[in-house]
Each structure stands twice: as C-alpha cells, then as structure tokens.
C-alpha cells in the first residue's frame, strides 16, 4: 500500500493506494496553518495514520505546492502557507513522516508530481516532450523531456510561471517581480491584472466564463487578452523545449473552452515561420486527480 499526500494552500488531500495505482481510501482537510509548520507537520501525520492500515505501508509520496527542497524532502518559504506567529522557513516533511510512518518518503512539488501522473497514464501516455500547466491559485509548471521530469538542477524543480511576459505590467507577482506569468495568468491573478480593464470592479473567474459564454463583448474580449499572454509564454515554451501537447490542469482549466481557442489562434500568430512546433493544447485527462496520483507514482517509482 501506498500513502499519498496532495498539499495545496489551502487543502489537503490524503489517500492510500494499492501498489497497482487502486484508490482505497481518501480523507481531505483545510490546511491547518495556525500553530505553525509543526502543527501543520503533525496535521500531515494524523491525517495519514487515520487512512493507514497497520504494517501494510510500502512507501509515502507528496506532492506539494512549492517552493520544495527536492534533495532533503522539506518545503521551503512556503509561498501559500503562513501563520502560527512563527517564520515557515523550513518545513522538513520527509524527515517528520518518515519518523512517523518508518518508510521512505518521497516529496516532489506538485505540478511536476502531476507531470509525472500524466507521462504513466495521462494525455502525455506516448509523448516524447510535453508540457503541463497547471493554473490554480498560482502557475505551476512541469516538462516532460527524455522519458523523466526536467529539472532546473539537481534538487530543484523548474518555476517557468515565474518567466516574465509584460515586464512593463503594473500587476506585481507574489514572489516581487512584474509581469511574470503567474502574475498575469493565474486563477488568483488574472481577475486582477486583465480583468479589471474590462469589469472595474473586480469579477471572479467563474462568472467572467459565464459571461463569455452568454456571449458579453468584454467577457469574450478578457479571454481573447488572456489567450495572447497565455500565447506569449507558451511561445517561450515551444522555442526553448518543443512540446507536442501543452496539457492544462487546475481550478483555471474549467475555462478551457473561453481560453483555447484564443490562445491557440494567437500562438499560430507567434511560431508563424515554425508551424511544425505548434502544440496541441489539451485538458489533463487525470484532472482534479493529476497531483494526488502524481504523489503515488513518485511513491511507487522512487528512482527518479
Ligand atoms: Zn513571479
């Protein structure tokens, strides 16, 4: 059996698995954030003892939003968790369930985790290179190249949704910068940075999709300004690494069908001389489920 954790900032999803990819059994939480990282340490361990049958346990895989310490297992400055009155610089969750559960655990952040879920039974079954967005709260990004996971260097995962596409943006992202593409793009941002040129006030993602979708003139003139920001870095994708596909997963993925095609029009414009790179743009088929399995497969596939 296999335990595995998906962390967000605000939830957390726990589930065990048989070691042939079989959900068990599920528990999710609220993050608990007020007493601190080891309230939150302590939070992870009890979830997991509650699901976990005794003397059954294989292996422990998280995936969790970043910025992680692949080498020692631990969050580190945590973007989205804060609280307890207390600094979250260093959150070593490998080294707290492994001392809790005595098997080996392995941590991956959570975009990469869902890339990984996606290459071993997802729409990347098959794919030499492809990339996966995930754009919830934040922009996570994984890449798939050369049958494993890109990694920035050893010990790190990539942070594309920090490469900037309007520097000349007002809108600031979380991690200082202007006009990154987490700043621009994501579920918690884009209301913010592109929509309020179009709603003054401020409209959430979901009722700017309704709108488009009843056929409102500046619902579906966001869209078209969200598809060419969306373009402009996919463009940096597809220049630097290729994809065939570029899968979308997260809150923001229920929007594909206001987003696509705007998108997929403007990067034609983009690549131009290069048609041959344009990549098919496509939901995960794990959806909501990419991270969570993504934890199991790290689980399971420890080597890599
Ligand atoms: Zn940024």
């Known amino acids: 059996m296999i335990l595995a954790y998906d962390i967000g900032g605000t939830k957390v999803r726990v589930a065990t698995f048989s070691l042939d990819g079989l959900l068990l059994q599920e528990k999710r ?19 997991g003892k509650s699901i976990v049958a005794e003397g059954r346990l294989s292996a422990i895989g998280v995936a969790t939003a970043g910025p992680v310490d692949l080498a020692t297992g631990s969050l580190v400055r945590p973007t989205n968790l804060s609280g ?14 492994q001392a809790a559960f005595e098997v080996p655990v392995l941590v991956d952040n959570d975009a990469a985790a869902a890339t990984f879920a996606e290459a071993q039974e997802g729409v990347g ?40 596409i309007a520097p000349h943006h007002e809108h600031r992202c979380g991690c200082g910068n202007y006009g990154c593409a987490e700043a621009m793009l994501s579920g918690f941002n884009f209301p913010k940075s592109i ?48 994809p065939e596909k570029v899968v979308f997963t997260g809150s923001v993925v229920e929007a594909f069908d206001c987003f696509a095609e705007p998108t997929r029009n403007a990067l034609e414009r983009l690549i131009g001389r290069r048609p041959g790179m344009m990549p098919e743009l496509v939901r995960s088929k794990l959806g909501n489920d990419a991270m969570l399995r993504g934890a199991f497969w790290r689980a399971k596939n420890r080597q890599q």
């Open 29 to 47: 939480e609220i993050v608990s954030t007020n007493a601190g990282p080891q309230g939150f340490l302590n939070q992870l361990v009890q979830l």
């Open 84 to 97: 307890g009155g207390v600094p979250w610089e260093q959150v070593p969750i490998r080294v707290a369930l």
């Open 125 to 164: 079954v098959g794919c030499e290179r492809f990339a996966l967005l995930a754009i919830g709260t934040g922009l996570g990004t994984g890449f798939w190249h050369d049958q494993k996971v890109l990694r920035a260097h050893p010990g790190e995962h990539t942070e594309a949704g920090h490469v900037i």
């Open 195 to 242: 929509g309020t040129k179009y709603f003054g006030n401020e409209l959430d993602g979901p009722t700017i999709s309704k709108l488009a979708r009843s056929g409102d003139g500046p619902a579906l003139q966001l869209w078209a300004e969200y598809g060419f920001w969306l373009a402009v870095f996919l463009n940096t994708v597809c220049l630097l690494l290729a």
